[in-house]
C-alpha cells in the first residue's frame, strides 16, 4: 500500500514538471516574439523622397502696360439714299442686305417725264440758236451799213442789243437742257459708296419725293472703326507711347475670345467730353469678309504706359492668405520657402510682380499643393516660362 501511494506521488511530481517545462518554453518563446516585433518596431524607416514640383526662373523682360475700354464698332460711311427727283419707282434693282459696288444700280424712277423735258430743253436750245445766229447775221450788217453811213446808229446799237439777248437765250436754253438731263440722270439712282445695303424702304410703284423719302441705308464694311472713350488719367498717359507710333490695338468683339482683331489707332478727338470727362478715340479695323457688322460692342486694349524690365509669374503659381498674396520660391538648398509678393497688372494667364521678387528666383508653378509648410525640401524641374506672344513687348492689362 505505502508502495502504490509512493509510485502515484511520483508521478504526480513527474507531471508537474513537464507541464513547468512545457510553460516555461512558452513563456520564452513569447518573450522572444515580442523583443523581436520590438525591435522591428525601434528600427527607424526610410524617409520619403522629396516631391516633384515645377519651378521656372524669372527673367525681367519690357513690358507695355495696356487698359481696358468698352466701344461700339460703327461704318467708316453710312448714307442714307434719298431721290434727288420725285416720281414712281419703276424698279428695286438690289436684294436687300447684300454687298453692292460703288455705281450699282439700286432704284430705277420712271424716266418717261424726265425723258420728255429733256427733248422739249433741246427743243428749246434749237430755237435760241436759231434765233442766235440770225441775230448775228442782223448785226453784222448793221455794222457795215454803220460804216457807210447808211443807217443810224441808234438802229446799230439796237441790233447789237438784240444779238446780245439772242446769246443769252442760248445760254439759258442750254443750261435748261443740262437740268432736264441731270434730272434724267437721277432717275437711276446708284449706290454713291461700296458696302452693305439695308432694307428697301420704298418698293415698285410707290412714289418716291425729292429729298424726303428714304430709300435705303448704305454702309461701308471695310475698313470700318470702332470707337471708345477712354477717361482723362488714362487718355494722358497713353500720349507718350502714341507719340511714339505704339497704334496697335488689341479688339475683342462681342465678348468672344474666338473674334479678337489688331486694329490701328488713327484719330483722336481735339477735346475732353466735359460731360464725361473722357476722351474719343478711334481704331481702324480691316473687315475684308464684311463679317464685322455696325452697331457690336467692342473691348480695346490701349496701351497706356510701359515698363523696362518686368517680372511675370503665371497666376496659378500666386496664392492668397486673406488679403496678402505670396509664392514658393525654391531656395539653392531645394528647400521652398514662403514669399510675400504685391501685383500688378494682368496679362492673360500672368502677373505683373511689382515687389518681393528678383530675377533669378526659382518659383514653384506647378506642384504647390504639394508644399505642406515653408523651408520643406522638394525636387524642382525646370520648366520654360510662357513666351511672349511675338517679339514685341508684351501688352499687360490692368489689374483685376
Not at 25 to 50: D, N, R, V
Not at 197 to 215: I, K, P, Y
Request: aromatic residues 4%; negative net charge.
Amino acid at each position: 500500500m505505502g508502495s502504490l501511494t509512493q509510485r502515484i506521488h511520483s508521478a504526480r511530481r513527474l507531471l508537474a514538471s513537464r507541464w513547468a517545462m512545457i510553460l516555461l518554453l512558452l513563456i520564452t518563446f513569447l518573450l522572444t516574439g515580442c523583443e523581436a516585433k520590438s525591435e522591428e518596431s525601434a528600427a527607424p524607416s526610410a524617409p520619403p523622397p522629396p516631391p516633384e514640383v515645377d519651378v521656372v526662373e524669372l527673367v525681367a523682360r519690357p513690358v507695355v502696360l495696356s487698359e481696358s475700354f468698352t466701344g461700339r464698332v460703327e461704318a467708316a460711311e453710312t448714307v442714307e439714299l434719298r431721290p434727288r427727283v420725285s416720281g414712281y419707282i419703276q424698279e428695286v434693282a438690289f436684294e436687300e442686305g447684300e454687298l453692292v459696288e460703288q455705281g450699282d444700280l439700286l432704284f430705277q424712277i420712271d424716266p418717261r417725264p424726265y425723258q420728255a423735258r429733256v427733248g422739249a430743253a433741246q427743243a428749246e436750245l434749237a430755237q435760241a440758236r436759231s434765233q442766235n445766229s440770225q441775230a448775228g447775221s442782223e448785226a453784222e450788217r448793221a455794222r457795215v451799213l454803220l460804216g457807210r453811213q447808211a443807217i443810224s446808229q441808234e438802229v446799230h446799237d439796237q441790233r447789237q442789243a438784240a444779238l446780245n439777248s439772242a446769246r443769252a437765250m442760248v445760254d439759258a436754253a442750254e443750261a435748261a437742257l443740262d437740268t432736264a438731263e441731270l434730272d434724267l440722270e437721277y432717275t437711276r439712282i446708284t449706290a454713291p459708296v461700296s458696302g452693305r445695303a439695308g432694307r428697301a424702304m420704298v418698293t415698285r410703284g410707290n412714289l418716291a419725293n425729292a429729298d424726303q423719302s428714304l430709300l435705303t441705308t448704305l454702309v461701308t464694311i471695310d475698313p470700318i472703326h470702332v470707337y471708345f472713350e477712354a477717361d482723362e488719367q488714362a487718355a494722358f498717359a497713353s500720349h507718350a507711347l502714341l507719340a511714339d507710333g505704339e497704334s496697335s490695338l488689341k479688339i475683342e468683339l462681342g465678348g468672344d475670345q474666338q473674334r479678337q482683331y489688331t486694329g490701328t489707332l488713327d484719330f483722336i478727338d481735339n477735346r475732353l467730353n466735359p460731360s464725361t470727362g473722357t476722351l474719343q478715340f478711334r481704331a481702324l479695323l480691316a473687315n475684308a469678309d464684311g463679317r464685322i457688322r455696325p452697331g457690336e460692342f467692342a473691348r480695346v486694349e490701349m496701351p497706356v504706359s510701359s515698363l523696362e524690365q518686368a517680372l511675370l509669374v503665371d497666376r496659378k503659381a500666386i496664392l492668397t492668405d486673406q488679403d496678402r498674396r505670396y509664392v514658393y520660391v525654391v531656395d539653392g538648398d531645394n528647400r521652398a520657402d514662403r514669399r510675400q509678393i504685391a501685383t500688378g497688372r494682368q496679362m492673360g494667364e500672368q502677373m505683373v510682380i511689382t515687389e518681393g521678387l528678383s530675377p533669378g528666383d526659382r518659383i514653384i508653378v506647378n506642384g504647390v499643393q504639394k508644399v505642406f509648410f515653408p523651408g520643406m525640401e522638394v525636387s524642382p524641374q525646370s520648366v520654360a516660362a510662357a513666351p511672349a506672344a511675338d517679339t514685341q513687348p508684351t501688352i499687360a492689362a490692368r489689374e483685376e
